[in-house]
Every structure is written in C-alpha cells, then in structure tokens.
C-alpha cells in the first residue's frame, strides 16, 4: 500500500537506530524462543515522527516487526512501542486446537504418500477433502482466537477489535501475523496519546533476502497493513505527496461536511486531522455519500487552485463501476444526455426537465450480466455490471442516467433515491479509476482502485 505519510524525517531516524543496535547503544532483545523456521530471518523497524497535541513538542517512536523482539536503550532518548499481543498470550489461544491441527496434518500427510496409485479415486478424495476441510475449520478458529486479542486504536481515539475489522471485511480472514507490523502499532499508539504523525518509515534489518535488502525502506505490507490500516486512519490512502492526497472513499461518509454537528465527520475533516498544514477545505470534487471510490483532495491553496481549473476546463477524466439492478437489455454501449434540475419539494432528488434543466452527459459500456448475493439476507438476483465516462459532473448525474425512463431505464442496486435499498444493500457505485495532471510537476496522473463489489 502506499506509505500514508511522509517518510524522509522517519528514514533519518530509522538509519540512526540501525547504527545504534549495530554500536551496542541499542540492543534487539529476542523475548520469546525463537523458532527454527525463523533463525536468521531480518525484521522491520520502523519510525513515526509526531508531535505532542498538548505541549507541541517532537517525539520519536520506535518498534519491530512481529512479536518475539524488543528494543533497549539505557539512554532512554526514544519511545519504544510494545507488540500488541505478547508471544504466551498467542500461545495460550492455539493450544487447544494445535494438537489436533497438527495430527489431522500427520494423517494427510502419511495418506498421500501411501495412495499415491488412488489419486484419482472418488473416495479417496473425498476422505482426503474431509480431512483437510476439518483441520481449515480448526485453523480459522485459532486464528479467530488469537486475532480477538488485538485492539487498535483509531484516528477518532475509539478502540477496534481486529475481530470487527475481520466483520467488515465480510469475515474474510487475513493472513497469520496481521497486528504485528510495524505501522499499525505505531499508529495505534500515537492516536491513543494524542500525537500528530508527521513521518513515518519502515527498514529492512537484517541479511538479504530475494524481497529484501538490508537499510531499504518498504511501504506497509498489503496483505496485513492494508488490511487494517484503512480502519485506524479513518482513509484509504491510494496515493500522497506533499500537495495532494487521493483516497479510496467509502461508502456512507461524507465528502464534506454537512449543515448539521452530526453530518461533521467527513473526508475533508479526516484529511485535515490527519495532515495538519493542509488547506480548511482541501476537497476539489466531490462523491455522493453513499458512492465509493476515488476522491482527490488538495494540501495547499496552489494545488487546491490547479486542480479546481482542470475539473472546470474538463481535463480530469473519471470512470465508474455499478451494478444495475436487474438485466440490462438491448446495445452494449451508449451515449446519454439528459436535462435535469433538483426537485425543489423533495430535496435532494433531481428530475427530468428538458426546458429548466442542466445537461448531463454521460457514455456507458455494458460488461455483463452476473448474479449477486445479498450478504445479509443470503438472496440472490440477477444484475448487470456497467462503467459510466461522465463527461460533465452534475448531482447524481450516473444515478439518473441508470434510472430515468430516458436512459437506462434500470436504477442502480441499493439506490434510495432513485431505486430501492433493501436490508444488507448499499449504492452499488464506484469511482474506479481518474485521470488528470499533477497540480506542481505536471506529470498526467493515473490513478486506479476497483470496486469491492
């Protein structure tokens, strides 16, 4: 993933600790048993660099990858941060099932060397595929028990259990070791003792490897960091420099804020928690609350300015992904101009009004028809998966090209303006991909983020 803040500051840091373990001034104490399979393995330090809320003064904070090591310092000149979860207490949640795990491994194991001529018998598979299922269902249920002792803290200093974070990714459960990287620990920590991150770095210590080289600087780990880090900071951060910030929005949050005190969560308020010398209001466009996807947001007044000419001039260039609810009949691709205005009696809503209406105009591709399960109520339908090119950016300009009579004819899913939201549903909608010019080098920009449906 890409790292969410600057590095350079951290990086300095992370090359003095480096010298520090390897001068003895520092030392890496190993704090459980150190398995075979890991002996020799490097780990990653890592930095962040944040100032105090309170008193504005700089700290420095420090931790390692995983959960075995732990950093001394008789000189006491930085804050280390502790593992989440001690080695015993992930020890004590796999003790029940490790056992059984490992003799439902013995078994197949010793089957598949003794039926290696029955490999292709019925029975034998299915025995085999018995075996296996079982010891799945025991692995995920200690890896559930060892991920319900990790808590966070977020970025709105509210604690998360890593168990709801699984619950938000619809139970899919992420891979051995996720909690134990460096950059949610030190984020966590920070958020939880008001402190503003200004760098963060993580470094490769240890022998080569074919992923990686002693000193290196690596960006958070998709597979763990990407996983939970979205959820502490609040954004999903595609990509960030020092004049823009793109993030994957949400579904349900607010690109800016609204009238009322409990519309004030948004992305703009998020930004600007999390980069304190941005802009007051750094969005340059906006997404509907319930669409997802890409949102650029600017981090100071030139780039804010840049940017606002290009979307006014047409030179930004977005792509979206939706699900039509229902099958789309008929041509595979289109062109659809509509004139529509907001229907003053039933705000928000937009109608069709070919006499006082603004032009909405929008190009559509049909990708195909697939069938779509309702992750709360477990019903299935038939929907159409489409892109829209919006040439123009009018209010639910997509969401009335699907849906009027003039155009598709076909409500987005989970539409509650213009369709229907059932239970489990949400607006089926997303900002997929944008193209436009960096406000400062002017290099042309793409970025890219598909949708999660």
């Known amino acids: 993933m890409f790292p969410p803040f600057p590095t350079e500051i951290a990086h300095q840091y992370c090359l003095k600790l480096i010298k520090q373990i390897e001068d003895g001034t520092v030392v890496l104490k190993q704090i459980s048993k150190e398995s075979e399979e890991r002996k020799g393995q490097g780990i990653m330090l890592g930095c962040l660099v944040a100032q105090d809320k309170k008193n504005k003064k700089r700290k420095i904070l420090y931790t390692v990858s995983g959960n075995s090591k732990v950093l001394e310092s008789g000189q006491q000149n930085f804050i280390f941060v502790n593992p989440i979860v001690l080695p015993y207490q992930i020890e004590n949640a796999l003790f029940q099932n490790d056992s059984e795990i490992h003799r439902l491994t013995k078994i197949i194991n010793e089957e598949k060397i003794k039926n290696v001529a029955f490999q292709n018998d019925e029975y034998y598979l299915n025995h085999l595929k018995s075996l296996e299922q079982k010891r799945t269902e025991l692995t995920d249920e200690s890896l559930r028990k060892v991920f319900s002792l990790y808590e966070f803290c977020c970025f709105d200093k509210k604690k998360i ?86 993030i994957n929005k949400q579904s349900g949050l607010l690109s800016v804020p609204g009238r009322t005190p409990d519309k004030k969560d948004c992305v703009e308020a998020r930004v600007k928690f999390l980069f304190s010398g941005s802009v007051n209001q750094p969005a340059v466009h906006r997404l509907d609350m319930e669409t997802s996807g890409i949102l650029i947001l600017a981090l100071n007044k030139a780039s804010h300015r840049n940017l606002e000419m290009q979307f006014a001039n047409n030179l930004v260039h977005k792509k979206y992904e939706a699900l039509l609810d229902g099958v789309l009949h008929g041509k595979p691709e289109g062109h659809i101009e509509l004139k529509f205005r907001l229907d003053l009696e039933n705000r928000p809503h937009q109608i069709y009004d070919e006499i006082n209406g603004k032009n909405g105009i929008t190009d559509w591709k049909k990708i195909g028809v697939e069938k779509w399960k309702n992750p709360v109520t477990g019903v299935e339908k038939k929907v159409t998966r489409i892109e829209f090119f919006p040439e123009t950016g009018r209010t639910h300009q997509l969401r009335l090209a699907a849906s009027c009579e003039k155009g598709l004819n076909l409500p987005i899913l989970g539409d509650s303006l213009y369709g229907k939201c059932e239970n489990g549903e949400r607006l089926m909608l997303h900002a997929s991909r944008i193209e436009f010019f960096h406000p400062t080098t002017g290099k042309k920009m793409e970025i890219m983020c598909r949708p999660s449906f």
């Open 161 to 246: 259990k890593l168990n709801q974070i699984i619950q938000n990714h619809n139970g899919n459960l992420p891979p051995t070791g996720t909690g134990d990287c460096c950059a949610p620990k030190l984020l966590s920590y920070a958020f939880e003792h008001d402190l503003t991150p200004l760098s963060m770095d993580e470094i490769y210590f240890g022998n080569d490897t074919k992923s990686k080289k002693n000193g290196i600087s690596y960006p958070p780990c998709d597979n763990r960091c990407g996983y939970i880090l979205p959820t502490i900071l609040g954004l999903e951060i595609l990509y960030r420099d020092n004049d823009i910030v793109v």
